[in-house]
């Protein structure tokens, strides 16, 4: 066995490394037989033809040689006869590649096939006739069928054997075209009277070793003279035919003369034997000589045919010429496409210029015919190069995306340069994997959801939703609530993110009164390697509820002491008596605030404002009202429900303090104070020295004590500034507070733990009733007095005595002579 290597890298597009292997071995090898190490040739290992799934590829051939992957040897697969693959051809080859995956390779192999002599000559009929006239002159020549030997080369056949010898010799005489003649020349003269029937034995022997014959026996019929032998007008005729000619096609016309008269000189024409079988392909009319076509012709099987006739007279003279068919050749084959390697898939983030098919395209027609170019549709990011001759790849030229295209049907189209063109296609299909390389998209930038407040925890909220363009696990989202903090507190504790569906669900109850609105940020993260993830702001609206009542800030409603509001009798229509004042600590149409008069001593004389609370009357005052008027006057909201409060307003209807004090005396309760009389001297006298000492250091810091009120009233927790929304407001100077009445709430320091609360009107009177006391106090504000200054610090003074009395429970007595002090 001859092995020949060449290994030759080329850079391909597709860093693939192609080299070619020759090996020669003899044909009719036993199946296993070893051609060559394969792998030991290509300086591959071993490893490498396992991992890289090594295989033959043969194209349309049969597969006559198989890869052994584990050993790296090629093998005989199939009996090999040399003589069916390429019958006279020489040299004989097998051409094959070997194909590597993973990167895309391929390998060359020429195996050429050595002849051994497993054919012996033949010839196409066991016994042949002549019929020769006893005349015929010495030297007369009898074209004989040759032999045909299978083999080539010094297998083939060498030589012929003519026996007995007694009349003729052989001879053989070479045409020029590799092919020879072999004539019966007779060397003595034949006499049908002594030797009518002459048999012979010719033997054709070829060069094998051992040595192997073919015998042929002919028979001599001797006849009477025929001293003329048929003679061809050429020793050679050439013709044309195009292949697929139809049957029956004239190819071309032989002649030959015979210069005997009669029955001798009447000539039949006869194709012999011929090693291209041509007598299977054309017919000769053995009276006219014309040759006609009775077969298919294909240019691809042969490109020739040479067709021996014969021509033979009655007398059995013969003369034999040589006709050479050449076959024109026609574009009747479409281009084969084979796929030698193919990927059915490769991820979108693949780098340009990667392999994905490699395939092999023959076309058996010849020159333009042949000549094939390969295409594909535009519409896909790929490109087809060519390698070598017949090679071709597909290979991406632009970068892919999954999520514009997830799959690309290639139609690859070669086509010849025939005329008319003969094109093929086929189609493969090419999956994109995903590659996580898109992070979740949210529907909306932001997001804004809104709850009403008590709300139930657990309540779902919202639902937030991202889209990922990517498939399967890279495409899916989880969320999560990102770490920040309302007003100090994580929002995890405000609100929590399902991670599967996105709904945002309360954790707690709301109260719109504490938190009005929050915002967080919910992250949506995908389930690539790595994970990509993108952020959205989430800001939550608490709505209100009308969960709060009205609260009542005037007139205060006190524990002990009764606080009443005089009207004069001289009160016109329309006097503004005072103005019930309340807050709600709700928003929107839960705080709007309405009036209405509940019950009242008498309805007639009195109403309220529904917006703005004032007590007004609706009639003139006369002497037959009842001093002592009580008023309960109802506020509540415009909430759904309503929710509400109510208040009880103490009016006197009197001219003068003394009118007033005979007529409330009676909800006075007596008590005994005669006894502590003395008690509460000394402890007056003590208490109004205090305070002008207090009084002298407040006039010295009343900026302090001013900043002191305001934080004062800020730490109070009911709130001081009423409420009233917009729709209430009086354009025409009647609002809820109108700018001539002016009303102060004027607490001590420490106030908010005592129920002594004080309020007084800028233009009115208050009367402050101690139910258990006999006396009262009544204090006129005037322009002189020293109570006109709203922050006057004696007021606050006066105030605090006031307080102490009223706890302390002052007899009338003490009162009257305080107001007279005051």
């Known amino acids: 066995m001859r092995r020949q290597v060449l290994l030759f890298p080329l850079l391909l597009h597709f860093t693939s490394v192609l080299g070619q292997v020759s090996y020669s071995i003899p044909e009719e090898m036993p199946s296993g037989s070893v051609v060559g190490n394969i792998a030991q040739d290509l300086g591959l ?15 349309d051939s049969a597969g006559y040689i198989e890869l052994n992957k584990e050993r790296g040897l090629l093998l005989i697969k199939d009996r090999i006869d040399r003589e069916a693959i390429c019958r006279q051809t020489t040299p004989c080859a097998l051409h094959f590649q070997i ?23 033949t010839f196409e009929k066991n016994e042949v006739g002549f019929k020769i006239l006893e005349s015929a002159v010495i030297g007369a020549k009898f074209v004989l069928d040759r032999a045909i030997d299978l083999d080539v080369g010094t297998n083939g056949l060498q030589k012929y054997d003519l026996k007995p010898t007694d009349n003729f010799i052989l001879k053989r005489d070479n045409q020029g075209d590799g092919t020879e003649r072999v004539e019966m020349v007779l060397q003595k003269p034949l006499d049908r009277e002594k030797e009518e029937l002459i048999d012979l034995v010719l033997t054709a022997f070829d060069g094998g070793d051992p040595q192997m014959s073919g015998t042929i026996r002919i028979f001599i019929t001797v006849l009477d003279a025929n001293d003329n032998a048929p003679v061809f007008t050429q020793s050679t005729y050439t013709a044309t035919v195009s292949e697929n ?30 090693l291209d079988q041509a007598h299977a392909l054309f017919q000769i009319n053995e009276e006219s000589g014309e040759i006609r076509l009775i077969g298919n012709i294909d240019y691809e099987n042969a490109r020739n045919y040479h067709i021996n006739i014969r021509a033979s007279d009655d007398g059995g003279l013969t003369d034999s010429c040589k006709v050479i068919v050449d076959v024109l050749d026609m574009n009747d084959n479409k281009p084969t496409i084979n796929i030698m390697s193919k990927s059915n898939m490769i991820p979108e983030h693949s780098k340009l210029n990667t392999v994905v098919a490699m395939m092999n395209v023959q076309d058996p027609d010849s020159n333009e015919n042949g000549k094939v170019h390969c295409f594909i549709n535009d519409d896909t990011p790929l490109t087809i190069k060519s390698t070598s001759n017949n090679f071709y790849t597909l290979v991406t030229d632009s970068e892919l995306d999954r999520e514009r295209a997830s799959q690309y049907n290639i139609s690859v189209s070669c086509s010849d340069e025939g005329v008319p063109s003969l094109s093929s296609s086929v189609t493969l299909t090419l999956q994109i994997s995903d590659v996580n390389d898109n992070a979740p998209v949210f529907e909306r930038s932001s997001y804004e959801a809104y709850i009403v ?9 919202f639902t937030v939703r991202a889209r990922d363009a990517d498939w399967n696990q890279n495409a899916r989202v989880s969320y999560i609530l990102e770490d920040s903090s309302v007003n100090g507190v994580p929002v995890s504790s405000y609100v929590s993110v399902s991670a599967d569906s996105g709904v945002i669900h309360a954790v707690r109850s709301f109260d719109y009164e504490h938190i009005k609105d929050f915002h967080f ?9 790595p994970p990509l993830s993108s952020n959205v702001t989430v800001k939550i609206l608490i709505q209100d509820q009308n969960d709060n009542p009205p609260q009542v800030l005037y007139p205060v409603q006190t524990g002990g002491s009764m606080v009443a509001e005089m009207v004069p009798r001289s009160a016109d229509v329309g006097y503004l008596v005072t103005k019930v004042v309340a807050v709600d600590v709700d928003s929107g149409q839960n705080a ?163 129920d002594c609360k004080f309020g007084r009107a800028g233009s009115q009177n208050v009367l ?21 200054e709203p922050d006057s610090p004696l007021e606050v003074c006066y105030l605090r005595l006031i307080c102490f009395f009223k706890y302390c429970h002052m007899p009338k007595r003490l009162i009257s002579s305080l107001n007279g002090v005051g």
């Open 245 to 274: 000619a139809p049957e029956g096609t004239i190819v071309t016309r032989v002649t030959a003369s015979d210069a005997d008269h009669g029955v001798n000189g009447r000539i039949k024409y006869s194709i012999t034997n011929s």
């Open 592 to 754: 709007w605030l309405s009036y209405k008069l509940q019950k009242a001593t008498d309805r007639a004389l009195f109403e309220v404002g529904l917006q703005n609370g004032e007590i007004r009357t609706i009639r003139q005052v006369t002497d037959k009202d009842a001093v002592k008027q009580r008023l309960s006057v109802i506020v509540e909201d415009s909430g759904q429900p309503s929710r509400s409060a109510t208040v009880i307003v103490n009016v006197a209807v009197a001219d003068s303090f003394p009118e007033v004090l005979s007529e409330f005396t009676d909800f006075a309760h007596d008590k005994e104070y005669n006894d502590k009389l003395t008690f509460y001297l000394v402890l007056a006298l003590a208490v109004v020295s205090f305070l002008f000492i207090t009084c002298l250091v407040v006039i010295i810091s009343v900026k302090i004590y001013r900043w002191r009120q305001s934080r004062i009233l800020y730490e109070s927790k009911l709130p001081v500034i009423p409420y009233y929304p917009p729709r209430y407001s009086d354009t025409l100077g009647t609002g809820t507070l109108q700018h001539v009445y002016n009303y102060e709430v004027c607490r001590t320091t420490d106030s908010r733990k005592s």
């Open 521 to 529: 940020r919910v992250r949506a993260q995908d389930g690539g390697s």
């Open 45 to 59: 290992d071993v490893k490498r033809l396992k991992s890289g799934k090594a295989r033959v590829y043969t194209g």
């Open 768 to 788: 402050i009733m101690e139910p258990s006391s006999t006396g009262t106090m009544q204090r006129i504000q005037s322009d002189k007095s020293i109570l006109d």
């Open 453 to 461: 407040e008590n709300n139930t925890p657990g309540l779902s909220i």
């Open 99 to 121: 194909i590597l995956e993973n990167p895309m390779e391929f390998y060359s192999v020429t195996v050429e096939i050595t002849d051994i002599n497993d054919h012996a000559p």
